[in-house]
């Protein structure tokens, strides 16, 4: 199987309202997991961004199996 590259998973785009609405609730969950310690929301956002892109590529790569 291939590994995702950069501009592999810069190919992957969730509408964007749709996209930043759950990168928020999931930085905001990792936000509670934490203890509600601030100052990690830049981290807190871009491994959310991160882990929902890499959801999308993923689905995107079992629906072409299809």
Known sequence: MKSLT???MA???LPEPMM???IRL???DLYEQ???VQGHALED???SE???TCRAFV???NAAKM
Do not use: V
């Open 59 to 61: 689905q995107d790569l």
């Open 34 to 36: 934490r203890g509600k």
């Open 26 to 28: 999931r930085a905001y």
């Open 6 to 8: 950069l501009p592999d």
């Open 11 to 13: 190919k992957i785009r």
């Open 45 to 47: 956002w871009l491994q």
């Open 20 to 22: 930043e609405h759950e």
């Open 50 to 52: 991160a882990e929902l």
